[in-house]
């Protein structure tokens, strides 16, 4: 890059900025399989399957590190609910710092969903209110269980759509956010 190569914190920055998570794994994805899946969307720096400490059983969740932080948004913008081995994955932007995953700030609750409601479809309704950082539709061995969570980016989003979703009508039955 010549002599505007960014200082270390730079890169750490910029590096940050082009990693995804990849969420709702089946225990059989390895590495090698995310690497296939997300390669073409451009140069990897690398990919882990996170595993629980003790056991090494993955844990159902990854992540995806791209060389350029326009191949990661490309990815997140295209390829967010795909499928490997048959199962569709979440993807959002990797967030490592705590505080904003865990504040509350910007999470809704979303209850009363017919089951055919299913993550892409939470996520394509409610991107309307603002940049979600997260949102998932709780399952269990039998489908839907009826509820679901949004996290957005900011409590102006969240309460965008809290004003404009709630008491509205999805496949025959009136949410409740």
Same mark, same amino acid.
């Given at each position: 890059?010549?002599?505007?190569?960014?200082?270390?914190?730079?890169?750490?920055?910029?590096?940050?900025?082009?990693?995804?998570?990849?969420?709702?794994?089946?225990?059989?994805?390895?590495?090698?399989?995310?690497?296939?899946?997300?390669?073409?969307?451009?140069?990897?720096?690398?990919?882990?399957?996170?595993?629980?400490?003790?056991?090494?059983?993955?844990? $159902? %969740?990854? !992540? &995806?590190? +791209?060389?350029?932080? #326009?191949? =990661?948004?490309? /990815?997140?913008?295209? *390829? @967010?609910?795909?499928?490997?081995?048959?199962?569709?994955?979440?993807?959002?932007?990797?967030?490592?710092?705590?505080?904003?995953?865990?504040?509350?700030?910007?999470?809704?609750?979303?209850?009363?969903?017919?089951?055919?409601?299913?993550?892409?479809?939470?996520?394509?309704?409610?991107?309307?209110?603002?940049?979600?950082?997260?949102?998932?539709?709780?399952?269990?061995?039998?489908?839907?269980? $009826? %509820?679901? !969570? &949004?996290? +957005?980016?900011?409590? #102006?989003? =969240?309460?965008? /759509?809290?004003?404009? *979703? @709630?008491?509205?009508?999805?496949?025959?039955?009136?949410?409740?956010?």
């Amino acid at each position: 890059m010549g002599s505007g190569e960014p200082n270390i914190a730079g890169k750490k920055k910029k590096y940050l900025k082009a990693a995804l998570y990849v969420g709702d794994l089946g225990p059989e994805v390895t590495e090698d399989m995310l690497y296939k899946k997300f390669r073409p969307a451009g140069p990897l720096r690398f990919t882990r399957i996170c595993r629980d400490p003790v056991t090494h059983s993955p844990l $159902g %969740y990854g !992540y &995806v590190n +791209f060389r350029f932080p #326009a191949d =990661a948004e490309w /990815a997140l913008n295209t *390829m @967010n609910f795909d499928l490997i081995n048959g199962k569709p994955f979440r993807l959002m932007w990797s967030q490592p710092d705590d505080r904003l995953r865990k504040s509350g700030v910007g999470n809704i609750f979303i209850k009363h969903l017919d089951k055919s409601i299913d993550n892409r479809t939470l996520f394509y309704l409610f991107s309307a209110f603002g940049n979600i950082l997260s949102c998932k539709v709780v399952c269990d061995d039998n489908g839907s269980k $009826g %509820y679901a !969570y &949004v996290h +957005f980016d900011s409590l #102006a989003a =969240a309460n965008r /759509a809290i004003w404009h *979703m @709630n008491g509205v009508w999805l496949n025959n039955r009136q949410v409740y956010v």
